[in-house]
């Protein structure tokens, strides 16, 4: 068995690769989680818990070192924080630490990394983001996640490699489906006007994608990693209330006045302590019209062939936020 370590082992997409590495039964599963984290989706009695002081880099090593892992999935991450230092702390520092108390150890790294590293595709060409484009990420999220993926390129003497994932939905996930909320609800929001061009991938067809990745032979490339298709913001919202059989009214907000009631939301967080859906770096997000990418190379290298598109991937999220009566 192959002995495989899953950081961020709580979260969305960790809770999946997790589920997909067991369900493989070629490998014995480590999940990290901190003594705060749910384990909700953590119920498989072979999984093996562990904690990793990223801040204390002796003990960190020792750890890695006793566990020797063929495989170190880095899912850890922070997508939205009150505090604008923990995207640093947690998307850069930790890597860092990772990546530095992995040296010299035989396990190859998959580092999910993000699109916002990249920032978004061309707006005036719309042509679509490839990974030899210099990258200039909008937000602090992205800014973390380049620094992260620069330290790991520029220092890192094992095998690793880096995805950049895109809009990731599916079961399990809080942001979209606030989105998939908001249509329920028979709203259907557009920032701006002219439309966006989207690209997503499924939670568990990403956690796939990691493992083919990991059992390649390829190494020390960055991916971006999508559906491979390219999808416009209404037929994202056309698709939703066709799944929930529902109509809604569309509402287009001019940018400028998002960008005031981000403004106000960002005071009341600094105020309140209290995290929003919607702040500085999701309305940069949210404001940039394409976010379209080159993902060929994912066939080529590793086989990966979604088995959800946008249809499918939305279907089976209702219905189980329905299920879960989170809808
Ligand atoms: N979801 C997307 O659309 C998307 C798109 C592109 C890239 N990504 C990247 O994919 C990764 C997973 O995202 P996700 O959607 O699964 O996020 P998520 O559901 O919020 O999960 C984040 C995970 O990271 C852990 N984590 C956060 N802060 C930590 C800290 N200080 N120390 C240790 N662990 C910490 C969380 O642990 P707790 O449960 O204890 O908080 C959780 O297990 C992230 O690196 C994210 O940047 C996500």
Redesign the pocket.
Known sequence: MKKALV????????SHLVEQLLAKGEYEVYAA??K???KKYLTDTRINFIELPYEDTKTLREILETCDFDFVFH?????KTKNIDDFDR?NFR?VKSLVDCLQGLRAKLIF?S??AAHGPADEVTNAPAKVCDECHPNTAYGKSKLKAENYIKENFNGKYIILR?T??YGTR?TDYYVYFKTIHNHLEPYLGFVPQRLTFIYGTDLADLCILAAQSPIANKTYFASDGRLYMDYEFAKITKDVMHTWTLKIKFPLFIVRFVVFVLDCISSITGKSFTLNKDKYNILKARNWDCDVSDLKTDFGFEPKYDLKQGVEEAIGWYKKEKWL
């Open positions: 950081t961020g082992a709580s979260g969305f997409v960790g989680i901190r705060s984290s749910s899912i850890a991450g922070v997508t947690v930790y999910t993000s699109f994932p809009g990731v996930e």
